[in-house]
């Protein structure tokens, strides 16, 4: 059974930790986050995050319905990291590009806890905000209600999806994307053309290309379609 959350104003409440440190969602989202960093996708546990914050492991349960509601909290917290100081202009364009650009870097600055996230759908403040302003966008650029639907589900989409795949990239040992990265100059571009002629004139261009994001590309194009279909 998951354990009762306190409400919030009986935490508040709560004496300071052992060093003096006064615990709330906040700073444990954030020392969640920096054990993901130095510790990885898996190394993210209650007894970690009790030590980290000098606290004893069940105090996150006062916050926190398990690992897997702090794991929604992290996810909404770099939405929430997305679309700070962010405001609409008003031209759907513009505000859909700046908005999925915005989530996919914020994503891909916590690659870690990407890996966790991307997949998850939190229900939490910062992503419903998000899912308002997108559907906002596009009904006051005159969609109809099932265009919008349609379109707002290939835009987070992909734009969860190319941060998950950018973010599972940053992950690897360096020495493994290292490797992978170099596979497009050390093997791509050494193949015969007479084999592989398309490989082969394409060679240098890959070679430059493959080794960044195609997030950028694919929104553009996105945004096209939906230029289209709207004119």
């Known amino acids: 059974m998951p354990k009762r959350v306190v409400p919030e104003e009986k935490r508040r ?5 052992r ?15 920096r ?4 510790h990885g996708s898996t190394g993210l546990t209650a007894r970690r995050l009790g030590l980290a914050l000098d606290a004893d492991p069940s105090t996150l ?8 509601d702090l794991t929604l ?8 990291q997305a679309l700070e100081g962010w405001e609409p202009t008003g031209e759907w364009r513009p505000d859909l590009r700046e908005v999925g650009l915005r989530i996919h870097a914020a994503y891909v600055a916590h690659p870690q806890a990407a890996v966790l996230t991307t997949s998850r759908v939190t229900g939490r403040a910062n992503e419903l905000a998000a899912d308002e302003a997108v559907l906002d966008i596009l009904r006051r650029a005159g969609f109809a209600l099932p265009d919008t639907v349609r379109i707002y589900h290939a ?9 998950a795949l950018d973010a599972a990239s940053l992950v690897l040992p360096s020495a493994a994307l290292d490797a992978d990265e170099d596979k497009w100059r050390s093997t791509y571009a050494r193949l015969p053309a007479g084999r592989y002629p398309r490989i082969a004139e394409a060679a240098g261009l890959l070679a430059t290309r493959m080794v960044t994001s195609a997030y950028p590309t694919a929104l553009e194009m996105l945004l096209d379609s939906v230029e289209r279909q709207r004119a």
Request: charged share 25%.
């Open 35 to 38: 054990i993901l960093r130095e």
């Open 13 to 17: 409440r709560r004496r300071p930790t």
């Open 73 to 80: 909290a992290i996810g909404d917290a770099l939405i929430g």
């Open 155 to 163: 835009f987070i989409d992909q734009t969860l999806a190319f941060a």
């Open 61 to 68: 349960y006062r916050y926190f319905r398990g690992m897997d």
């Open 19 to 33: 060093s003096g440190t006064v615990l709330s969602e906040e700073l444990i989202v954030e020392t969640a986050l």
